[in-house]
Each structure stands twice: as structure tokens, then as C-alpha cells.
């Protein structure tokens, strides 16, 4: 097993996990993207729902993640608030101006129970502190659909 020094040389992320780890693909199967400094939250969250069979990528800096979600274009995804660098809330700004991933539902995910919703603005749809109740993030990425069309214009506007 590598120590954490030793992780924090992997590629800062991967794609399409689910391909590779053997998983059987669910017919409601989302694609979802974890982006988080702490690999073992990341990684965590990620096999869950592998296991659920959804696809997952997963990346360990702000920058990193949004040149994969233009590649991998999620469904959903799970932003740590606290990341170094570009934060998540400004990841969130970041992801919600690109056309491309006009659909797709942010998540914020952060140690701070403090910073709420309402802190967070327009940018997430949704809000988990950590540490985060894994069957909570399972039904919520099971049951999670597109926005409608009304949801993104709101959005953009």
C-alpha cells in the first residue's frame, strides 16, 4: 500500500474508472465526477459508486478538474469547498460557465459546517458536509436527473 507522499505523485485524475474496474454499467448509470485534495475521501466516494454501478473520474485539483469535465462530461459532480488553489466555489463558477456542462448538477461537499447553502450561492445545486453520509450521496446521485430547461436558464442569467 502507498504511504500518502507516495499518492501524491499519481496522475491528478483518471477517467472513466468503471470501464477499467470491471463494474457492470446500471441502466440509470450516471457519470459522475469527485474532485477532492483528500484521495482517500475521493477514492471512497468513487468505488461506492462503481459498486452502483455509475461511472466515475475523479481529480485532486480544481484546475485538473475542469479540463476533465469538459473530456468526461458529467452528470453530477461532488466539489470539495476546501481545495487549494482554485477553491470549489470558484471550480463551481468555473464549471457552470462552460456550455457544455450546462446540465450537470454540482454538489458541494466541505468540513465546514458553517459554510451552507446560502453561502454557496446559485452555484451548487445540493450541499454535504463532511464527513459525508455515503448512502446519502448513493440516493442522491441515484435519483438525480438533468435539469430542466427552465433550471438552466435560470442559471445562466
Excluded: W
Amino acid at each position: 500500500m502507498l504511504d500518502r507522499a507516495a499518492r501524491q505523485s499519481e496522475p491528478v485524475f483518471t477517467m472513466d474508472r468503471s470501464r477499467s474496474s470491471g463494474t457492470r454499467e446500471a441502466p440509470d448509470a450516471r457519470r459522475v465526477m469527485i474532485v477532492d485534495d483528500d484521495i482517500d475521501s475521493a477514492e471512497l466516494i468513487a468505488l461506492l459508486l462503481e459498486r452502483d454501478g455509475h461511472q466515475t473520474s475523479v481529480a485532486h485539483h480544481a484546475r485538473a478538474a475542469v479540463e476533465l469535465a469538459v473530456q468526461f462530461r458529467p452528470d453530477v459532480a461532488f466539489l470539495d469547498i476546501g481545495l487549494p488553489g482554485m477553491n470549489g466555489l470558484e471550480l463551481a463558477q468555473a464549471l457552470r460557465s462552460l456550455p457544455e456542462l450546462s446540465a450537470c448538477r454540482l454538489v458541494a461537499v466541505s468540513g465546514y459546517d458553517t459554510v451552507g447553502a446560502a453561502d454557496t450561492g446559485r452555484a451548487f445545486d445540493a450541499y454535504f458536509t463532511k464527513p459525508v453520509n455515503l448512502e446519502a450521496v448513493a440516493d442522491y446521485v441515484r435519483h438525480s436527473t438533468q435539469r430542466s430547461a427552465s433550471e438552466q436558464r435560470s442559471t445562466a442569467e
